[in-house]
Nanobody, 124 residues
């Protein structure tokens, strides 16, 4: 069974940067897509970014495109989310998730294992 543990969240001023990490334990990490989602108060959980099993294909929500970068290190069973030029509207709990397939998209239903989340707060 795969377990996911996020880290790297915190409080940052608008315009600043954070790097989130998601460490996976167990088998079948390197052959599955990985994604990041976020959940802000009063809003539904939304897709942020995804990377396919090899790391060569990435997908982003329009709201973060050009500011966030998703990457993965299969040797370390870890996926990252580099967040630059942060805005107050990026404030949310960020979750990493393991996809059901080698390449997964934006749908929550494409992901089968979730971490516990890490809080990101951007002050304006």
């Amino acid at each position: 069974q795969v377990q996911l543990v996020e880290s790297g969240g915190g409080l940052v001023q608008a315009g600043g940067s954070l790097r989130l990490s998601c460490a996976a334990s167990g088998r079948t990490f390197s052959n599955k897509a990985m994604g990041w989602f976020r959940h802000a108060p009063g809003k539904e959980r939304e897709f942020v970014a995804a990377v396919n099993w090899s790391g060569f294909s990435t997908y982003y929500a329009d709201s973060v495109k050009g500011r966030f970068t998703i990457s993965r290190d299969n040797a370390k069973n870890t996926v990252y989310l580099q967040m630059n030029s942060l805005k107050s509207e990026d404030t949310a709990i960020y979750y990493c998730a393991r996809g059901m397939y080698g390449s997964s998209g934006r749908a929550i239903g494409d992901y089968e294992t979730w971490g516990q989340g890490t809080q990101v707060t951007v002050s304006s």
